[in-house]
């Protein structure tokens, strides 16, 4: 079956320190793969997507590119803000309606 | 674009009753609903999936006679929590797809925060 496996948290990091949460996958065919966010006490917001192989996902600042020879979907953000503090969540969707199977999710921390 | 909003944001309810949880999609058609728990530091479970006009598909491991789903109609899902009890308090998030380009796209709601005395 579909897995997803997020480096573990929590990250802590400084204003303005460059970010990477690692993304691994597991999947038949060809997944679309996506990372969401969620603030405290929120749903999940969409914050980049990849369909398919070498595409780069991009939003705010973050950046995350599908590696289909490594299966990975790292994501990756230059210098980070104190307003990034969330969870993030690394998710593919395989093809029986659009289900999504989600990693553990990792909780960033971001320090003035 | 692409909004979905759950209605009551949070609610407290007494243990034996039943409490319903509104999903809807504002700006586009849902064809697919998903609805998911989350506990505390942790990440979402998948409970169920409906379809419009169709019954709802269970994931292992969920009763589908205590959590019922309803998706009546392209824009509003329903997940009714029947004679709930503490260990139903949890954070419940619905989640959208539409049809078309961007359908591999699901869009969560803000999520229910449901507690159970």
């Known amino acids: 079956g579909n897995s997803v496996t997020q480096m573990e948290g929590p990250v802590t990091l400084s204003e303005e320190a460059f970010l990477t949460i690692n993304c691994t996958y597991t999947?038949?065919?060809?997944?679309?793969l996506f990372w969401y966010v969620q603030y405290p006490g929120e749903g999940l917001q969409l914050l980049l997507k990849?369909?398919?192989?070498?595409d780069k996902g991009s939003n705010k600042g973050f950046e995350a590119t599908y590696r289909k020879e490594t299966t990975s979907f790292h994501l990756e953000k230059g210098s980070v803000q104190v307003s990034d503090s969330a969870v993030y969540f690394c998710?593919?969707?395989?093809?029986?309606?659009?289900?999504?199977?989600f990693g553990q999710g990792t909780i960033l921390t971001v320090h003035p | 674009g692409a909004v979905v909003s759950q209605h009551p944001s949070r609610v407290i309810c007494k243990s034996g009753t039943s409490v319903k949880i509104e999903c809807r999609s504002l700006?586009?058609?849902?064809?697919?609903m998903f609805w998911y728990r989350q506990f505390p530091k942790k990440s979402l479970m998948l409970m169920a999936t409906?379809?419009?006009?169709?019954?709802?598909?269970?994931e292992q491991g969920v009763e589908k006679d205590k959590f019922l789903i309803n998706h009546a109609s392209l824009t509003l899902s329903t997940l009714t929590v029947t004679s709930a009890h503490p260990e139903d308090s949890s954070f419940y998030i619905c989640?959208?797809?539409?049809?078309?380009?961007?359908?591999?796209?699901?869009?969560f709601g803000p999520g229910t925060r449901l507690t159970v005395l």
């Open positions: 989640s959208a797809r539409g049809r078309g380009k961007g359908a591999d796209t699901q869009y």
């Open positions: 999947a038949t065919g060809y997944p679309s």
């Open positions: 998710a593919l969707s395989g093809t029986s309606y659009g289900k999504l199977t």
């Open positions: 990849a369909t398919k192989a070498d």
């Open positions: 409906s379809n419009e006009g169709s019954k709802a598909t269970y």
């Open positions: 700006d586009f058609q849902a064809t697919t």
